[in-house]
């Protein structure tokens, strides 16, 4: 199917979080009106961006944990306050929207599984204009949240493989996420553009600045390499948090397949990274015998055994057959077991 070029947007707005609020049920629903406000952000910006580009906005991108913020500690009870449910009211609410303006929306939260009742997820997800979640994605590298790599002989056994990187074919194209800090693992990119991904969705929430940081500097590589764009949406600060707020804040933006940055937001809230988008020039740089055609030239046999030697091992939250609750993940810990054991081989 030929996919017309349609405009995408990195909305950069600040996130809430769901630790000022008094209790469990202000939370939930103020996540619910948070989705609705961010309806009536969506309708302007689309009517803002057709007019100012004469082309058709289809896809907006949500920036990482908007709805919520992430856990501090400041609260016990953050899980009832703002893990979704898979088929709950908020992705419902999500749906509704993305029905009554006709977009692709991308956004990223915390999520529980029916599978994993002591564990949630962050969740990278895509809800299309039908109002239907086609693109869920669990963060796979993850230090303080639970991976499904710390559950993974369960995990895929209820799932299987094809969830691990799931690539969703739209009528906008080949569309996969890489959630936040991810987007320095080049093997997850990689691992998506291999079965397909021709644009990556990025929810993040990180310090702009002056300087380049590392997510700006790998998000250009991410597209170069694999020859697929990148729409990265970054939080305008997170409020109601006991950070400063704008200590996540700026630089959303659209990286082209070449690496090319082509739109990029300064800070506070705005819709300024927003650009056209072609798939069809990356499935004609994906089909030409070139040098500069990356994934075609891969020889990844080359790298079998040494990706099949193991850093940080898989199943950390099972335990005589049985799933321990997130809290009892232990990163630092498991880091330092690392780092002492690649010491004493000699590789660090």
């Known amino acids: ?173 080949r569309i ?25 969705v990025h929810s993040s929430s990180e310090a702009g600045g002056l300087l380049p940081s590392a997510k700006q500097i790998a998000r250009r590589a991410r597209a170069l390499e694999n020859l697929a764009y990148v729409v990265s949406a970054n939080t305008a600060g997170i409020a109601m948090s006991d950070i400063a707020g704008a200590s996540a804040d700026g630089n959303s933006a659209i990286i082209d397949w070449r690496g090319t940055v082509m739109a990029e937001a300064l800070s506070g809230p705005n819709v300024n990274a927003f650009a056209e988008i072609d798939i069809e020039a990356v499935r004609r740089a994906r089909r030409k015998p070139g040098m500069s055609n990356y994934l075609a030239r891969q020889r990844l046999e080359l790298f079998r055994d040494t990706y099949a030697g193991v850093v940080q091992p898989a199943d950390s939250l099972i335990e005589d057959g049985k799933v321990k609750p997130s809290a009892s993940l232990d990163a630092v810990r498991i880091l330092r077991e690392i780092i002492d054991r690649r010491a004493r081989q000699g590789l660090i």
């Open 176 to 200: 996969a996420a890489i959630a936040s800090e991810e987007i320095l693992y080049p093997e997850i990119a990689r691992a998506h553009a291999l079965r397909g991904a021709e644009l990556f």
């Open 1 to 173: 199917m030929t996919v017309p070029p349609y405009l995408a947007v990195a909305m950069q707005l600040a996130a809430r979080s769901v630790e000022a609020a008094p209790d469990v049920a202000a939370a939930r629903a103020g996540i619910l009106a948070h989705i609705q406000e961010l309806e009536v952000e969506l309708a302007g910006t689309r009517r803002f961006l057709e007019t100012f580009s004469g082309t058709p906005l289809k896809l907006a991108v949500l920036p990482e944990y908007l709805f919520t913020g992430f856990p501090t500690g400041r609260v016990q009870d953050f899980p009832a306050r703002a893990i979704f449910a898979p088929d709950g009211p908020e992705y419902r609410a999500l749906g509704e929207v993305a029905k009554r303006l006709g977009l692709f929306i991308a956004g990223n939260a915390y999520e529980s599984d029916p599978h994993f009742p002591t564990l949630y997820f962050q969740a990278s997800f895509l809800v299309a204009p039908t109002g239907q979640v086609v693109l869920r994605y669990r963060r796979l590298n993850s230090m303080f949240t639970a991976s499904p790599h710390d559950v993974w002989s369960a995990y895929c056994r209820h799932y299987g493989p094809e969830a691990i990187f799931p690539v969703a074919d739209t009528e906008i194209g």
